[in-house]
């Protein structure tokens, strides 16, 4: 691992850049409690649609202050959503500011939080309709854009492994049988086949059950594409000169696929891993985008951007609306340099 | 004899390693040379470094090629002597024919003078009738025929417009034996019926001995022995050559120990100092470790080993 | 070559018989029975009900039915939509016009931008200009397709250049021809953008290296001894070389294009398949679903036929097999 990490810093600059934001973005979600100046679902009725907060350091009368602040900011127009900035009302930053109670990663209380100000507001990504602060609905709405595409991928990767194991080395009749199940996954449309099997339970679910649901159609969509790769390079593998060698020795099958096909796929599959969780955060958006994944008022990446879609007005006027999908653009950039990087570095003929 | 192609002093390398170093031979016309060693001594790409295809990583570092008693080393336009007046040959023709065009379409498009449609066909016809293959072939793609005729047809390509000279890259390696025979055959031929020389790569010392007039012995980028094929094949003078012929299974006796030559073959990234074959040789002295020999000329051939230079010296 | 293709098209029947067993099993995994579902629908006439029993055997048990389902699709017979009250062949005629043209549009734009582009990159490889195409590839391929087309609405609602959301504009009514079908593709043009500019990257990305690939192949070689001019080792030897594997992966692209377009012409308002698939999911409107499916695996289907055909008219050894 640490010799991985250090030859992509070597070789491949922009891939171990894209390693590291995605380690920040994953533990930025994880202290989510902790970094986000409010509650996911606090609204600030009185701001609505209130655009990102600018912190300053000079003042109007360009006093230079070390310590930045923000002004007090109030809705003139609420038919326009356009906003005054009061100049002489000054609120400071503080780190680690003291707030309103709330639980920490479900396990402590705490009431002081990374920044924030003891009076007047901070939307440091601006608010949504509901007046919620969308920098902190951002961090929340991580942890469940984030780690579905990690779930994801690991459910669908065990399926895809075992069919694609069983198809690649048994070969024969079952090989034929599985190929073509995997061939009619993936003769449907992903999309297509996405909404389908969403249509097949009722709209309104749990939260969570609703986010069990999405791993679920997610992996039943992505296991045949795996298996197909996985399938593909057992059978390249069996071929090979170790494993006939290792035949010839008379080891048993269990061990042959233990031994020697599993280790020697697992670069590959690494980085099949890493170029797939796009596909994910992706399809777990495009669910919620269309309201048909996480349910308001919990954030995900996805709905935070659905009040925008088909909305001219709310779009024209209020364009950090958009933020969270430039965060969804960023991890999967992210995860693409991250794989393609570690495609370049885990070939042993690039040693 | 004219002289149709000299290379002197020649190193092919970049900054960070020398590949070939000071090559130097010459071929007369309607003269077989064949270059022999083992793979990777550097023997493809002399080939290469003649016809000024190198690898993009490699360049020429110094030393002049001669092609018909003139100066190309700084020639740039190339494709008039590609083809033309060179033409080679590859050792797996089926991957280095197009396999999405038909042979006749491939060996047409060389054509290099001419601008007739039906006068270029049947020039082409008539050398794939020289070549052993019928008309048919001119209509069918690579994969429908079989080695031997794959590279019956890629010699074809090369030789339509009766170059002076021929580089054949290890044509027949990847040919069973009685195939191979046939294009030997054909390749002694062509020296007759189109006056043209050829340069003969291969690994194979005695296939090296029968085809040709002159031997050069490779190892690891340098010429270690040149001269009189028969000559070297029955008297090597060089203790690499040496080893190497006394290898070949036609010289066992039978119930006699395989023979082979101790040590490996060093990679160009680490050459031992001095002569490279220094570590593997058993007539090692002192300076071999130090100094990389010069070419000795003796009678009938030339020699890079201190042990004849000693001679020389005293 | 009459023979290649019959057999490929002998090998999609047990594709197509899977693809219809799976969408009709989608469907009867939904929870409840989807007869008392029926007939619990107050605004569903208990003819309507008692016409769709007789041709789907609603009654029938499970296997029986998919044999309904399965005769019925035969003549086109999908179903009657519950939230439009008509059919849903009717509904889908309509919509697929709209995908197919959106997806051939964008299709036509993505290969006739990526290929010279993966020309140009594969002859530039390790210039700077090849690194900074290949940066923006990554972009065009990282990018969500539904984030570029909010963004794209967003700079045309700034700047009103385009037409947005449906396929016609209201003066529509009385035009001629021509102008009808410069207004069809002036709204065709938003989500067609969308499509093309998230495909390039891929497609450029692919070409790049098959070409990089074709030209440092040893059939190149051969064409470099041979003393032909650069020009045509280019644009004979390894374009053609290079296209070849294009052909192969055009199925593959065309997956990638119809589901892509399914969520643009939601976000842009082109009234596709994928819209009308969404409003069968809103509404529970489970055979409309079925058969969007059933036609989106089937459109999948006819753009890899199409492939294997095309691949068989540019490589011998395809066709002379």
Redesign the interface.
């Known amino acids: 691992m640490k010799i991985v990490l250090k030859r992509l810093k070597k070789r491949n600059k922009i891939s171990y850049i894209s390693f590291c934001i995605i380690i920040f973005l994953y533990s930025v979600a994880f202290f989510a409690d902790f970094i986000a100046p409010y509650p996911y679902n606090k609204q600030f009725r009185e701001y609505p649609l209130c655009p990102p907060t600018r912190i300053h350091f000079f003042d109007h009368n360009k006093n230079f202050h070390l310590r930045p602040f923000v002004y007090e900011i109030k809705l003139v127009n609420p038919a326009l959503n356009q906003y005054e900035v009061i100049k002489n009302k000054i609120y400071p930053v503080y780190f680690f500011v003291k707030g309103e109670k709330r639980k920490i990663l479900g396990i402590f209380t705490s009431e002081r939080y990374l920044f924030g100000t003891k009076q007047g507001k901070i939307f440091l990504f601006g608010t949504d309709i509901h007046g919620r602060d969308i920098f902190s609905r951002i961090l929340y709405g991580a942890r469940i854009s984030l780690s579905i595409g990690v779930i994801g991928v690991s459910i669908s990767f065990v399926l895809g492994f075992l069919i694609g194991g069983i198809s690649g080395y048994f070969g024969g009749k079952i090989d034929n049988l599985l190929m073509?199940?995997v061939?009619?996954?993936?003769?449907?449309?992903?999309?297509?086949?996405m909404?389908?099997?969403?249509?097949?339970?009722?709209?309104n679910l749990s939260s969570f059950q609703i986010y069990i649901l999405i791993v679920v159609i997610l992996s039943l969509i992505g296991w045949a594409g795996l298996a197909r790769i996985i399938r593909g390079m057992v059978l390249s593998i069996k071929e090979e000169e170790y494993v006939l060698a290792a035949k010839a020795l008379g080891l048993s099958t269990f061990k042959i696929i233990f031994r020697h096909i599993i280790p020697n796929t697992s670069s590959y599959t690494i980085t099949a891993i890493t170029l797939s969780i796009?596909g994910y955060i992706?399809g777990e958006?495009?669910l919620s985008?269309?309201?048909?994944g996480i349910q308001e008022p919990y954030p995900s990446w996805g709905n935070m951007?659905s009040v925008?879609?088909?909305n001219?007005r709310i779009?024209?006027t209020a364009?950090w609306m958009?933020i969270p999908?430039?965060f969804?653009?960023l991890t999967?950039?992210c995860f693409?340099?991250l794989g393609d990087g570690l495609r370049d570095v885990l070939d042993p003929k690039n040693w | 004899m004219r002289e149709i192609l000299k290379l002197e002093n020649v190193w092919v390398g970049n900054q960070e390693v020398k590949i070939l170093r000071d090559i130097n031979f010459e071929v007369k016309e309607r003269e077989i040379l064949s270059i022999v060693g083992e793979s990777g001594c550097g023997k493809s790409l002399t080939l290469r470094t003649i016809i000024k295809l190198l690898p993009k990583n490699l360049k020429l570092l110094e030393g002049k090629i001669y092609f018909e008693e003139k100066d190309i080393t700084e020639f740039q336009d190339m494709e008039k002597i590609r083809g033309k007046k060179i033409g080679m040959i590859f050792q797996e023709p089926s991957s280095y024919l197009n396999p999405l065009f038909t042979i006749g379409n491939q060996i047409e498009e060389a054509i290099k003078n001419g601008k007739d449609r039906k006068n270029k066909k049947d020039r082409v016809f008539k050398i794939l009738e020289e070549m052993g293959l019928s008309k048919n072939v001119y209509y069918q793609y690579p994969h429908q025929l079989s080695g031997g005729m794959q590279q019956r047809a890629m010699i074809a390509m090369a030789i339509i417009n009766n170059p002076y000279l021929l580089l054949a890259d290890e044509p027949t390696t990847a040919l069973d034996i009685t195939t191979a025979f046939g294009i030997v055959n054909l390749l002694k031929n062509l020296v007759n019926i189109h006056n043209m020389s050829i340069i003969f790569v291969t690994h194979d010392i005695s296939l090296a001995s029968f085809i040709s007039d002159k031997i050069i012995v490779m190892y690891a980028g340098i010429i270690v022995e040149k001269g009189n094929a028969e000559l070297i094949y029955n008297n090597p003078f060089h203790p690499y050559t040496k080893k190497l012929i006394n290898c070949l299974p036609e010289k066992y006796q039978k119930g006699e120990r395989i023979k082979v030559i101790d040590g490996e073959v060093p990679t160009y990234k680490n050459l031992p100092k001095g002569c490279p074959f220094n570590p593997r040789c058993e007539y090692k002295i002192e300076i071999c470790e130090k100094k990389l020999p010069e070419e000795i000329a003796l009678e009938n051939r030339d020699v890079r080993c201190f042990k004849y230079g000693k001679i020389m010296e005293s | 070559m009459k023979k290649y293709i019959l057999k490929r098209l002998f090998q999609l029947i047990?594709?197509l018989i899977?693809?219809t067993f799976?969408?009709f099993i989608?469907?009867q995994?939904?929870?409840g029975d989807y007869f008392t579902q029926l007939k619990m629908n107050p605004e569903i006439s208990s003819e309507t009900i008692e016409k769709m029993r007789k041709i789907f055997g609603l009654d029938k048990p499970i296997i029986v039915q998919y044999f309904y389902w399965l005769k019925n699709i035969f003549t086109f017979n999908l179903g009657e939509s519950f939230s439009y009250h008509v059919p849903v062949s009717y509904l889908i005629k309509i919509r697929l016009k709209n995908t197919v043209s959106l997806s051939i549009f964008s299709l036509f734009l993505t290969w006739i931008i990526a290929i010279p582009l993966g020309i140009y990159g594969g002859v530039k490889e390790g210039r700077w200009i090849e690194k900074f195409l290949s940066f923006i590839a990554?972009?065009g391929?990282?990018?969500?397709s539904?984030?570029l087309a909010?963004?794209i609405?967003?700079f045309i609602?700034?700047t009103a250049i385009l037409p947005?959301?449906g396929t016609t504009s209201i003066f529509y009514e009385g035009a001629s021809y021509l102008e009808k079908f410069i207004d069809y593709l002036k709204h065709l043009l938003v989500p067609g953008i969308v499509l093309t500019l998230t495909g390039i990257g891929s497609l450029y990305r692919l070409m790049k290296n098959n070409f990089l690939e074709a030209l440092n192949s040893p059939y190149v070689f051969t064409t470099y001894a041979k003393g032909i001019p650069t020009y045509k080792i280019y644009f004979k030897h390894a374009l053609r070389n290079a296209i070849n594997p294009m052909i192969t992966i055009f199925g593959y692209e065309l997956?990638g294009i119809?589901?892509?377009a399914?969520?643009v012409e939601?976000?842009t308002?082109w009234p596709g398949?994928?819209r009308l698939?969404?409003e069968?999911?809103?509404s529970?409107d489970?055979y409309l679903?079925?058969a969007?499916?059933l036609i989106?695996?089937i459109?999948?289907?006819l753009g890899?036929l199409f492939s294997d055909v095309l691949l068989a008219l540019t490589d011998p050894r395809v066709r002379l097999k």
Do not use: D, T
Request: charged share 5%.
């Open positions: 073509r199940l061939e009619i996954f993936m003769m449907f449309p992903s999309f297509y086949l909404l389908a099997l969403r249509a097949v339970f009722p709209l796009p992706l958006s495009a985008l269309l309201g048909l951007l925008s879609v088909g001219l779009l024209s364009p958009l999908g430039f969804i653009f999967i950039i693409n340099f | 047990p594709l899977g693809m799976i969408s989608i469907i995994l939904s929870p990554y972009i391929i990282s990018i969500p539904f984030f909010m963004l609405i967003f609602s700034k947005l959301g997956s119809l589901s892509g399914g969520l939601i976000i308002g398949m994928g698939i969404l069968g999911v809103l529970q489970l679903v079925m969007s499916l989106g695996g459109l999948l289907i890899n």
